[in-house]
């Protein structure tokens, strides 16, 4: 991509300098009178995954849309590989949203093109000299990685809600990013597909050590798959910690969470 | 509804038709101003302007030139009537072929245009809107505004003014063909006939004007869908209001290019 030839790139070894690839500091987003994020801060280095809990409509898919500069924070920062996603210049966001892979809730796959195009879609526009056999060969590596080998000519309306989270993970990776966002990778599957998708996740992590943040609403899959998980109520970081710091806690929303799901 | 008031009917929703008509107008030039910035900065979607070229301009040319043919043969069956009444027949080619370039052919094509295209291009990006497809091109890094609106805008642009000639094209032979049928006229001496007389100045502008068209189609369409908000109901809207405001631009647009051409090319 030519912007990111043009620009000094992003921090993007932030555990080897030890700064954070990701930096929320006490941002707080408001439509209209409704207050939906409070001054949350927190955290994410590389390695790391951070699971953010909440019932629903307590901000947490409008937290990853600030990460990734699709909205803009009413106060406070998101500092994503050093740069404020608020105030940075266009091509400061173009250059770090390249390293950023970001699963949509409900996989946002782009619905005219077919399950091999969608992956392939970042690498054309941003690795224009990789040729087409070359690209052909990455996204069938992506494939095979999500398990979905023998499915790339398949349009997104002809394969499974799982299916379709798979090839928008697939698609997310296809830029190697260093900070992979997942909004509800798990909501609506049943619990197979849930846990194979947990165990992908886990691989990746393991594979390309990734600064992640994964919004769920599923208990069982941020213990799975977290290093540390974020419950957020009323648009506020109620408690963050391990799951055994959670399970200690005796605030009664952390009760009331955990005794629902466990 | 049973006559429970819902919680949403007993909050009355105030708007301001002027405050919200001025809001329209001003997200319509911030839009502008993205895709004018959009369509300039390299690299270049080519790829995309071609894939739409062909789905704007060769898909709607079955339409296009059966309409334009349908109003050559009206237009020649009843011009001729009145043509024969006042005794002057023998200006039919020239009635059909100046009523069909100058205007029937290009309001004919923007207005169709603005059916087929502008409901397509506002339904296809206010469901890419609301399933967060252009959230995820944006997340990619890709501009929405060049991959998206300037490429729809620019082939709407190139496309009008082909489609415009070949509207003309049918009309003014099926207007042959219809009034050949009545009392025989060979083609050359109908063309020799109609055109006689005629400057480029008379036929180029008109045509050309449809540029114009093409721009505010594409314009209202793309911006109506990428705005759409909330589920099906948001598209339809979408697809809707990218019909009746791009007609109705459409139509303010000819009524201001037909005296500013007039001035230009008197």
């Known amino acids: 991509m030519q912007a990111s030839q043009d620009t000094k790139p992003a921090n993007v070894n932030s555990a080897e300098s030890g700064e954070p690839a990701i930096d929320i500091q006490d941002v707080t987003k408001s439509f209209g009178p409704q207050l939906v994020l409070d001054g949350v801060s927190f955290k994410v280095h590389r390695g790391e995954t951070l699971a953010v809990l909440g019932r629903s409509g307590t901000g947490k898919s409008v937290l990853l849309r600030i990460i990734i500069g699709l909205q803009v924070p009413d106060s ?67 494939l095979h990685e999500v398990g979905l080998d023998g499915h790339s000519n398949k349009m997104p309306a002809d394969i499974s809600g799982g299916m379709q989270k798979r090839v928008g993970l697939a698609r997310a990776l296809a830029l190697a990013p260093v900070i992979l966002l997942l909004d509800e990778p798990t909501a609506g599957l049943d619990p197979i597909s849930s846990g194979e998708i947990d165990d992908l996740v886990l691989k990746l992590q393991e594979q390309h050590q990734l600064a992640s943040i994964v919004v769920t609403h599923d208990m069982m ?42 | 509804m049973s006559g429970v008031p819902s919680v949403t009917s007993s909050v009355p929703v105030r708007t301001n038709p002027v405050l919200d008509l001025l809001s329209w107008f001003g997200e319509l030039g911030i839009f502008i101003w993205r895709v004018l910035r959009a369509a300039v900065t390299p690299p270049f979607e080519f790829g995309e302007f071609v894939r739409q070229l062909d789905e704007i301009g060769a898909k709607s040319l079955p339409l296009i030139a059966a309409a334009g043919s349908a109003i050559g043969v009206v237009l020649a069956l009843e011009a001729r009537n009145s043509l024969v009444r006042f005794g002057a027949k023998s200006l039919l080619p020239a009635t059909v072929v100046f009523s069909v370039v100058t205007e029937m052919g290009p309001i004919l094509t923007g207005l169709i245009v603005s059916g087929r295209v502008g409901a397509g291009i506002g339904a296809e990006l206010a469901a890419m809107k609301v399933t967060e497809q252009i959230d995820a091109i944006e997340a990619s890094s890709v501009d929405p505004y060049k991959l998206l ?49 005629a400057r480029f100045s008379d036929f180029l502008p008109p045509t050309f004007k449809t540029c114009v068209y093409g721009m505010i189609i594409g314009t209202v369409a793309c911006f109506q869908g990428m705005r759409a908000k909330g589920g099906a109901q948001g ?21 201001i290019l037909v005296k500013v051409i007039l001035l230009l090319f008197p």
């Open chain 1, 76 to 142: 406070g920062a998101a500092l994503v590989l050093g740069k404020n996603m608020a105030e940075a210049s266009a091509i400061d966001i173009s250059t770090v949203r390249t390293q950023m892979g970001f699963l949509f809730q409900h996989a946002a796959l782009y619905d005219s093109l077919t399950v091999e195009e969608n992956v392939a879609f970042p690498l054309l526009h941003h690795r224009p000299n990789m040729s087409a056999s070359e690209r052909s060969d990455h996204v069938a590596q992506l």
């Open chain 1, 221 to 262: 899959s941020a213990k799975t798959i977290a290093t540390r998980i974020a419950l957020m109520n009323k648009g506020k970081v109620v408690i963050e910690g391990s799951f055994d710091d959670l399970k200690k806690s005796d605030e009664p929303f952390v009760s009331q969470f955990l005794q629902r799901d466990f």
């Open chain 2, 149 to 197: 609106a300037a490429t729809r805008i620019s082939a709407c642009i190139v496309a009008l003014p082909l489609l415009t000639l070949a509207a003309s094209f049918c009309g003014v032979f099926m207007g042959w063909v219809a009034a050949t049928l009545i009392e025989p006229i060979s083609l050359v001496r109908f063309i020799n006939t109609g055109f006689k007389g």
């Open chain 2, 235 to 255: 598209v339809g809207s979408a697809a809707t209001t990218s019909v009746v405001l791009s007609s109705l631009f459409v139509i303010l647009a000819d009524v």
